[in-house]
């Protein structure tokens, strides 16, 4: 049992570039959830899904944009990326009220 | 709308002591609440969780944690500290009615020897 994938774990950009991250998920579960992890700042909500096809804004969505084109996929990506854009990024999952799933995060450097 | 204050930034024990995490939450409602786990370089891991049964919530690896409503807090506590426990700590709070979750700022936890 899987859980939630995030792809890739490490990453190393250059500033302008762009990317996407993958978060995947198999547990049938309606409601996904980007967020970055800064050293003192906790977990910061980037964007988040409450069904395929559909997302919404969290608490710092700028510089990304994200997809949830599958049921089980919720894709974040950066056009252009910013050193301020360095940091570890978790996915999440979850269903109804129950507690979030999490991914192991995506290490990410911006050059 | 929901939030969530951890009380101390930095916990730090003696093996085989009592460890106490302190969590006060603020919501509309009648709130989820949860406790999660992060040792270094992994993803969080859920502790424990209250959803409006049992106040006292026993967890994973000898954690425990009791809901207080009078008092709007979620204390985290285990009786003798290991030095495996040493991680940080996150408090969250869930309201019925919105998807989004709030996240306490963490506690680090240091067990020494």
């Known amino acids: 049992n899987a859980g939630v994938t995030q792809t890739p774990k490490f990453r190393v950009l250059k500033t302008g570039q762009s990317m996407t991250l993958l978060c995947a998920q198999d547990?049938?579960?309606?409601?996904m959830y980007w967020y970055r992890q800064d050293p003192g700042m906790g977990l910061r909500l980037i964007h988040y899904?409450?069904?395929?096809?559909?997302?919404a804004k969290g608490e710092v969505p700028d510089g990304y944009n994200v997809s949830r084109l599958k049921k089980q996929n919720f894709l974040l990506g950066l056009e252009s990326a910013a050193p301020s854009q360095t940091s570890v990024y978790f996915c999440?999952?979850?269903?109804?009220?129950?507690?979030?799933?999490f991914g192991d995060g995506t290490r990410l450097s911006i050059l | 709308a929901q939030s969530v204050t951890q009380l101390d930034s930095h916990v730090s024990v003696s093996e085989g002591t009592p460890v106490l995490l302190r969590c006060n939450y603020s919501?509309?409602?009648?709130?989820?609440l949860f406790w999660y786990v992060q040792h270094p370089n992994k993803g969080l891991q859920l502790l424990l969780k209250?959803?409006?049964?049992?106040?006292l919530v026993k967890g994973i690896n000898g954690f425990e944690a009791e809901f207080k409503k009078s008092e709007t807090s979620f204390h985290l506590t285990k009786p003798s500290a290991h030095m495996s426990d040493a991680a940080e700590y996150f408090c969250?709070?869930?309201?019925?009615?919105?998807?989004?979750?709030?996240f306490g700022a963490g506690t680090t936890v240091t067990v020494r020897a």
């Open positions: 209250y959803t409006s049964a049992a106040t």
């Open positions: 969250v709070v869930s309201d019925p009615y919105d998807y989004k979750l709030s």
């Open positions: 999440a999952s979850r269903m109804g009220n129950q507690p979030q799933h």
């Open positions: 899904s409450v069904g395929e096809g559909t997302t």
């Open positions: 547990m049938n579960h309606e409601y």
């Open positions: 919501s509309s409602y009648s709130p989820s």
